[in-house]
């Protein structure tokens, strides 16, 4: 008879409502050539909204429900992941592929589901009169070469004039981003710009090298990812080529980009979105989620450069909620609320410091018409033992991405056949 | 001199050595080709494994250490101890001849007289299964690999190609150290074919298993063999390539440059795999060089498969493979 009646209650529960959650599904790569970086970014992610979940019962009362999906960083992949978790409720999707971004942004749109591109993905999705479910925040690839560039033209008394400049990309959607920025800023200075590509995965670039070595730019800008990163920055130490001449983007610049080269990578710089070192949040993670057994790794990327990008992006996603909670008046909100919430974002020192996280990123607000965030980036550079910062935030220069950024969006709107939203209203 | 001949001097050099580590790839393809027929898409992610070992055994690191810890609750990663770099590689030698007797046992024992096609999807599953076993193994962190090789550009070249020019030559001491390996990689494996007992079984069972066979000849034990040889070829090549980029799962993709260099060289020949790793390494370079710059770069990956598939059309057993005559 027990036993019967706690089928009955079990039949009872599991034919009663399901029990809110959010919903987050997180496309990682933990396989394959790029797993690499993809596991620290996806263990800060996941980590991040483990420890709200733990300490503070998820956000707004509702607990987070993190669904991982395997890419292996491959396009197609990815869309598969996309169509087996759209179903459930996504609130956000954070594809961590510009590859699969593009084949997202007309999906996404098309359920109303948001994806946010932090630092990657399409650049002119900064345009949310265009790009209505797309968030490129806290800043693109477009203003990392205008960072860049800003930097180089510090340092050397505000002109680039007869200098040149070698781009070494990535022979994909991604390394091609900056492509269009520089050559405007390349006008604009009088700096001359070369380029150099490296086809996928990028393990040799042995012939690249020597051209370096031949036409000794002043500056090698760098768009790497996966084993790209590793095999240039050791050919350069091989060349002999002057380090800190060598800038990377931020997806160029993290712990196992230099691990193998170590001491010899000394003086090698790269750009970053956020900030690095410890944080007060990283010892809650250890006592809520790592020492809990709770962590998606081992614990042991916890404050590395990527695992720290990770779980400012959760951070991101999760402060949008929260807004869209507060916008909506209800705590298991949807995708479209979502939508609302990250449009309405908007990030204080005040509330990075009251979330552990003092400084982590620029202060800024998303906005209908601008869902790129300030474009601001940090220079960080290796001593050989490990990253440190170099600067504060520098702001890219709005008025070279801005009008690409306008030309580019509205192109693919006439493409897509979307008529822009007039954000004046709002 | 003008300038632009002496850079393609130092292009050729360059894609010469290239050249030898694509062929480093290509050998082990050869041997397993040559002596059962089987096209062995596993190659790459052997030397991936073989690799991964090795810095694993040499940095003292616990085997399936995150799946042991998950399991039991414990946090353990390493020995304590780390192994010098000629002890490691002869532990990994071992391991690999272990992979040769399990694939031999579990997979091929029970595939033998299987279509072609059958045995190439064994070996694509093989590769999978690999793969996964090297992460559960070792992890998917890079490793940094060391056993002593050197790298960074070679002064001497560097110092007599400027007198001789007036431009210092780049060559890396990496891609040095790698040509004089494969040397005597290739002059072993050729005597070893041509003079000791093992070799000649190999040799027999490669021209003609069911003769072999009747001779006495034990096929599984040729295999096994093989498959050894193709694991330790899988080795050096993985400390070559591994030491370029630290060891990490993009190492498995180098398979993909031995296939025009087999296409080139023919599938059944081992000085044929280096004369292919050759043509091609050089031929790409200086493409690369010479026509790179006007239609946007990156030639390399697609060049080396044009030129391979034009020698097909003129040799389609490639330079140096055996043109099979099939009466009809």
Redesign the interface.
Same mark, same amino acid.
């Given at each position: 008879m027990k036993s019967l009646l706690t089928m009955v209650a079990a039949g009872a529960l599991a034919a009663g409502p399901a029990l809110a959650d959010l919903m987050i599904p997180d496309l990682s790569y933990r396989t394959g050539p790029f797993a690499a970086g993809g596991i620290p970014f996806s263990d800060g992610y996941q980590d991040y909204f483990a420890l709200l979940n733990a300490r503070d019962g998820g956000i707004g009362g509702v607990p987070v429900r993190v669904v991982e999906c395997e890419t292996a960083y491959n396009t197609e992949r990815g869309v598969e992941c996309y169509e087996a978790t759209r179903g459930d409720n996504p609130l956000v999707y954070q594809p961590l592929s510009t590859g699969i971004t593009y084949q997202l942004i007309p999906r996404a749109t098309a359920d109303g589901i948001p994806l946010h591109t932090m630092g990657y993905g399409r650049t002119s999705a900064v345009n949310g009169e265009v790009f209505s479910h797309v968030f490129n925040y806290p800043a693109n690839y477009w203003d990392a070469a205008s960072v860049m560039i800003n930097v180089l033209l510090e340092e050397n008394d505000g002109s680039l004039e007869g200098k040149s400049i070698t781009l070494l990309y990535h022979n994909s959607a991604y390394g091609r981003e900056p492509i269009r920025t520089l050559e405007t800023l390349a006008a604009q200075h009088g700096f001359t710009l070369n380029l150099l590509a490296v086809d996928s995965p990028g393990q040799e670039q042995g012939n690249q090298w020597l051209t370096i070595r031949r036409e000794r730019p002043d500056y090698v800008l760098f768009w790497g990812w996966g084993v790209m990163n590793q095999v240039a920055i050791q050919e350069a130490i091989n060349i002999r080529y002057p380090l800190e001449n060598f800038i990377g983007n931020w997806w160029a610049g993290a712990d196992h980009d230099v691990a193998s080269a170590g001491q010899a990578a000394a003086g090698y710089r790269a750009l970053n979105m956020n900030r690095l070192g410890d944080m007060p949040v990283f010892a809650e993670i250890q006592s809520h989620v790592i020492d809990a057994g709770l962590a998606a790794g081992d614990g042991t990327n916890l404050g590395s450069v990527l695992y720290t990008r990770g779980m400012y992006a959760a951070m991101l996603a999760a402060e949008a909620i929260r807004t869209a909670q507060e916008i909506h008046g209800v705590a298991d909100i949807t995708p479209a609320m979502m939508r609302d919430g990250m449009e309405a974002l908007e990030l204080t020192n005040a509330r990075m410091e009251e979330l552990g996280m003092p400084g982590i990123g620029p202060e800024f607000a998303v906005s209908c018409a601008d869902h790129g965030g300030t474009g601001m980036a940090i220079m960080t550079q290796w001593n050989g033992t490990e990253w440190v910062t170099l600067s504060e935030f520098i702001a890219p220069d709005d008025s070279v991405t801005q009008p690409l950024v306008m030309e580019d969006s509205l192109a693919y709107a006439a493409e897509a056949g979307i008529e822009p939203r007039n954000c004046t209203d709002s | 001199m003008p300038d632009q001949l002496i *850079?393609a001097m %130092?292009?050729t050099l360059?894609g010469l050595l290239?050249g030898v580590m694509y062929a480093l790839v290509a050998l082990g393809f050869v041997l397993i080709f040559k002596a059962s027929g089987i096209f062995n898409y596993a190659q790459g992610v052997m030397a991936l494994f073989a690799a991964m070992t090795l810095v694993g055994i040499q940095q003292g690191r616990v085997p399936f250490g995150?799946l042991i810890?998950e399991i039991f609750?414990t946090n353990i990663h390493y020995f304590g101890w780390e192994v010098p770099a000629l002890a490691a590689i002869a532990l990994t030698v071992l391991v690999m001849i272990g992979f040769a007797l399990l694939v031999q046992r579990f997979v091929f024992k029970h595939l033998v007289g299987q279509e072609p096609i059958i045995l190439f999807m064994a070996t694509i599953g093989l590769a999978y299964f690999l %793969? +996964?076993v090297s992460?559960l193994m070792w992890g998917? %962190?890079?490793?940094?690999?060391d056993v002593g090789l050197p #790298?960074?550009?070679n002064d001497v070249i560097d110092a007599a190609t400027f007198d001789l020019f007036g431009y210092g030559f *780049?060559i890396?001491n990496l891609d040095i150290s790698a040509a004089i390996v494969a040397g005597i990689l290739v002059a072993v494996l050729i005597a070893y074919a041509q003079y000791t007992k093992n070799g000649r079984a190999m040799r027999a069972v490669a021209d003609d298993h069911q003769a072999a066979l009747s001779v006495g000849i034990q096929l599984n034990y040729v295999w096994v063999l093989v498959w050894s040889l193709a694991g330790i070829v899988a080795l050096v090549a993985g400390i070559m390539?591994g030491s370029?980029? +630290?060891v #990490? $799962?993009?190492l498995?993709?180098?398979a993909l440059?031995a296939l025009p260099v087999l296409m080139l060289g023919g599938f059944t020949s081992i000085p044929g795999a280096i004369i292919g790793g050759l043509i091609i390494g050089v031929g790409e370079?200086l493409f690369? $060089?010479a026509i790179?710059p006007m239609i +946007? +770069?990156?030639t %390399?990956?697609w060049f080396a498969y044009v030129l391979a598939l034009v020698f097909l059309v003129f040799r389609p057993q490639g330079l140096f493979g055996e043109k099979i005559i099939e009466r009809v």
């Amino acid at each position: 008879m027990k036993s019967l009646l706690t089928m009955v209650a079990a039949g009872a529960l599991a034919a009663g409502p399901a029990l809110a959650d959010l919903m987050i599904p997180d496309l990682s790569y933990r396989t394959g050539p790029f797993a690499a970086g993809g596991i620290p970014f996806s263990d800060g992610y996941q980590d991040y909204f483990a420890l709200l979940n733990a300490r503070d019962g998820g956000i707004g009362g509702v607990p987070v429900r993190v669904v991982e999906c395997e890419t292996a960083y491959n396009t197609e992949r990815g869309v598969e992941c996309y169509e087996a978790t759209r179903g459930d409720n996504p609130l956000v999707y954070q594809p961590l592929s510009t590859g699969i971004t593009y084949q997202l942004i007309p999906r996404a749109t098309a359920d109303g589901i948001p994806l946010h591109t932090m630092g990657y993905g399409r650049t002119s999705a900064v345009n949310g009169e265009v790009f209505s479910h797309v968030f490129n925040y806290p800043a693109n690839y477009w203003d990392a070469a205008s960072v860049m560039i800003n930097v180089l033209l510090e340092e050397n008394d505000g002109s680039l004039e007869g200098k040149s400049i070698t781009l070494l990309y990535h022979n994909s959607a991604y390394g091609r981003e900056p492509i269009r920025t520089l050559e405007t800023l390349a006008a604009q200075h009088g700096f001359t710009l070369n380029l150099l590509a490296v086809d996928s995965p990028g393990q040799e670039q042995g012939n690249q090298w020597l051209t370096i070595r031949r036409e000794r730019p002043d500056y090698v800008l760098f768009w790497g990812w996966g084993v790209m990163n590793q095999v240039a920055i050791q050919e350069a130490i091989n060349i002999r080529y002057p380090l800190e001449n060598f800038i990377g983007n931020w997806w160029a610049g993290a712990d196992h980009d230099v691990a193998s080269a170590g001491q010899a990578a000394a003086g090698y710089r790269a750009l970053n979105m956020n900030r690095l070192g410890d944080m007060p949040v990283f010892a809650e993670i250890q006592s809520h989620v790592i020492d809990a057994g709770l962590a998606a790794g081992d614990g042991t990327n916890l404050g590395s450069v990527l695992y720290t990008r990770g779980m400012y992006a959760a951070m991101l996603a999760a402060e949008a909620i929260r807004t869209a909670q507060e916008i909506h008046g209800v705590a298991d909100i949807t995708p479209a609320m979502m939508r609302d919430g990250m449009e309405a974002l908007e990030l204080t020192n005040a509330r990075m410091e009251e979330l552990g996280m003092p400084g982590i990123g620029p202060e800024f607000a998303v906005s209908c018409a601008d869902h790129g965030g300030t474009g601001m980036a940090i220079m960080t550079q290796w001593n050989g033992t490990e990253w440190v910062t170099l600067s504060e935030f520098i702001a890219p220069d709005d008025s070279v991405t801005q009008p690409l950024v306008m030309e580019d969006s509205l192109a693919y709107a006439a493409e897509a056949g979307i008529e822009p939203r007039n954000c004046t209203d709002s | 001199m003008p300038d632009q001949l002496i *850079f393609a001097m %130092e292009v050729t050099l360059n894609g010469l050595l290239n050249g030898v580590m694509y062929a480093l790839v290509a050998l082990g393809f050869v041997l397993i080709f040559k002596a059962s027929g089987i096209f062995n898409y596993a190659q790459g992610v052997m030397a991936l494994f073989a690799a991964m070992t090795l810095v694993g055994i040499q940095q003292g690191r616990v085997p399936f250490g995150h799946l042991i810890n998950e399991i039991f609750g414990t946090n353990i990663h390493y020995f304590g101890w780390e192994v010098p770099a000629l002890a490691a590689i002869a532990l990994t030698v071992l391991v690999m001849i272990g992979f040769a007797l399990l694939v031999q046992r579990f997979v091929f024992k029970h595939l033998v007289g299987q279509e072609p096609i059958i045995l190439f999807m064994a070996t694509i599953g093989l590769a999978y299964f690999l %793969e +996964g076993v090297s992460d559960l193994m070792w992890g998917s %962190e890079i490793r940094n690999l060391d056993v002593g090789l050197p #790298q960074g550009i070679n002064d001497v070249i560097d110092a007599a190609t400027f007198d001789l020019f007036g431009y210092g030559f *780049f060559i890396d001491n990496l891609d040095i150290s790698a040509a004089i390996v494969a040397g005597i990689l290739v002059a072993v494996l050729i005597a070893y074919a041509q003079y000791t007992k093992n070799g000649r079984a190999m040799r027999a069972v490669a021209d003609d298993h069911q003769a072999a066979l009747s001779v006495g000849i034990q096929l599984n034990y040729v295999w096994v063999l093989v498959w050894s040889l193709a694991g330790i070829v899988a080795l050096v090549a993985g400390i070559m390539w591994g030491s370029k980029s +630290g060891v #990490q $799962f993009s190492l498995s993709l180098i398979a993909l440059k031995a296939l025009p260099v087999l296409m080139l060289g023919g599938f059944t020949s081992i000085p044929g795999a280096i004369i292919g790793g050759l043509i091609i390494g050089v031929g790409e370079a200086l493409f690369e $060089f010479a026509i790179g710059p006007m239609i +946007g +770069g990156a030639t %390399e990956n697609w060049f080396a498969y044009v030129l391979a598939l034009v020698f097909l059309v003129f040799r389609p057993q490639g330079l140096f493979g055996e043109k099979i005559i099939e009466r009809v």
